[in-house]
């Protein structure tokens, strides 16, 4: 059946082609260039795209610019073995009809998705989400910090009269720390609650700005000297690093409810007992909680 969704697809293509030929722009004239032929029956650059597009999760692996080569190669196995394939009569009969009627009705819901329901998820929506969310999440502190890491608390009080007397705090941590963050001079990064051990985070947080440690602060890692870069409240993470998140939520919370209103307006019977209990809600549950697979919006 794989080989008949392609298929499909590509019948899908060409309908869609012969609305937007009407046009005669020159763009259409170049999606629609021809770049190969089996057997005399042309594939063009319209092809190659939904084939991209249909077969992404097969392509994703590999480099953009080979996935046009390998977007052709599967349109021609395609077009040679679905040529066979009706060549022995594989396309008659009912189950094959009831087949073809299902991908139809997949490749519709899937264009209805792309085409209605994404529409009503504008960049007006996503960003009032994130204004929404962020005003959510309660202030707080975060901290950024350097360190070295030894293994004796020895060590650590020899580096911290180092400090005391004027040491560069970076170049000691380059020479004698044990931890990755060495190379770096010691630099942590910008951390907040929960997000390093305990104990050195109590010492850091507890800490003045320009500081370093005046007591060695023991972990299960070994003995740290601290010092203390800056303190700020916590950043929010940016809109470009989630909105394309946000607007994934907001497309299923609009598809769930054209789905639900669909179906409050429509006459479906489960003639099944066993499968009425499962999909069917008790009385009293919200409908809108037992989402199906069948009611997700596609990849």
Same mark, same amino acid.
Do not use: C
């Given at each position: $059946? @794989?080989?008949?969704s392609? /298929?499909?697809? %590509?019948?899908?293509?060409g309908?869609?082609?012969?609305?937007l030929?009407? +046009?005669g722009?020159?763009?259409?004239?170049?999606?629609?260039?021809?770049?190969?032929?089996?057997?005399?029956?042309p594939?063009t &650059?319209t #092809?190659?795209?939904?084939?991209?597009? =249909?077969?992404?999760?097969?392509f994703?692996?590999?480099?953009a610019?080979? /996935? !046009?080569?390998?977007?052709?190669?599967a349109?021609i196995e395609?077009?040679l073995l679905?040529?066979?394939?009706?060549?022995?009569?594989?396309?008659?009969?009912? #189950?094959?009809?009831? *087949? $073809?009627d299902m991908?139809?009705? !997949?490749?519709l819901?899937s264009?209805?998705?792309?085409?209605?329901?994404?529409?009503?998820v504008? =960049?007006e929506?996503?960003?009032?989400?994130?204004d929404?969310?962020?005003? @959510?999440?309660p202030a707080?502190?975060?901290? *950024?910090? /350097?360190?070295?890491l030894?293994?004796?608390?020895?060590?650590?009080?020899?580096?911290i009269?180092?400090? #005391?007397?004027?040491?560069? %705090?970076e170049?000691?941590a380059?020479?004698k720390s044990?931890?990755?963050?060495?190379?770096?001079?010691?630099?942590?990064?910008?951390f907040?609650?929960?997000?390093m051990v305990?104990e050195f985070e109590?010492?850091?947080?507890?800490?003045e700005?320009g500081?370093?440690s005046?007591?060695?602060?023991?972990?299960? %890692?070994?003995?740290?000297?601290?010092?203390?870069?800056?303190? !700020?409240?916590?950043?929010?993470?940016a809109?470009e690093?989630?909105?394309?998140?946000? *607007?994934?939520?907001l497309? /299923?919370d609009a598809?769930?409810?054209?789905?639900n209103?669909? *179906?409050a307006?429509?006459?479906v019977?489960?003639e099944?007992?066993a499968?009425k209990a499962?999909?069917?809600?008790a009385?009293? &549950? =919200?409908? +809108?909680?037992?989402?199906?697979?069948?009611?997700?919006?596609?990849?």
């Open positions: $059946m @794989k080989h008949t392609r /298929r499909l697809s %590509f019948v899908r293509l309908a869609a082609a012969a609305i030929a009407l +046009a722009t020159a763009a259409m004239a170049q999606e629609n260039a021809v770049v190969a032929t089996v057997n005399g029956q594939i &650059e #092809d190659l795209e939904i084939a991209i597009s =249909d077969l992404e999760q097969q994703a692996q590999l480099p610019e080979q /996935r !046009r080569a390998a977007a052709l190669s349109v395609i077009r679905a040529a066979e394939a009706e060549g022995k009569g594989l396309a008659d009969g009912d #189950d094959f009809a009831r *087949r $073809m991908l139809r009705q !997949r490749a819901h264009a209805y998705i792309e085409q209605e329901v994404a529409a009503l504008t =960049d929506a996503v960003r009032a989400r994130y929404e969310e962020i005003a @959510k999440i707080s502190e975060e901290v *950024r910090a /350097r360190h070295i030894v293994e004796t608390e020895e060590e650590a009080r020899e580096i009269k180092q400090l #005391d007397e004027g040491g560069d %705090f170049a000691i380059k020479e044990t931890d990755g963050a060495a190379a770096q001079g010691g630099d942590l990064g910008y907040g609650a929960g997000q305990p109590k010492a850091a947080f507890a800490m700005v500081a370093h005046a007591e060695p602060v023991k972990s299960q %890692f070994g003995w740290h000297v601290i010092k203390l870069e800056d303190k !700020r409240a916590k950043q929010p993470p809109f690093q989630v909105s394309g998140q946000l *607007r994934s939520v497309l /299923r598809y769930m409810k054209v789905v209103d669909l *179906r307006a429509a006459d019977e489960i099944d007992e499968l499962m999909l069917e809600p009385p009293g &549950e =919200d409908a +809108a909680e037992g989402e199906t697979p069948a009611e997700k919006p596609a990849e």
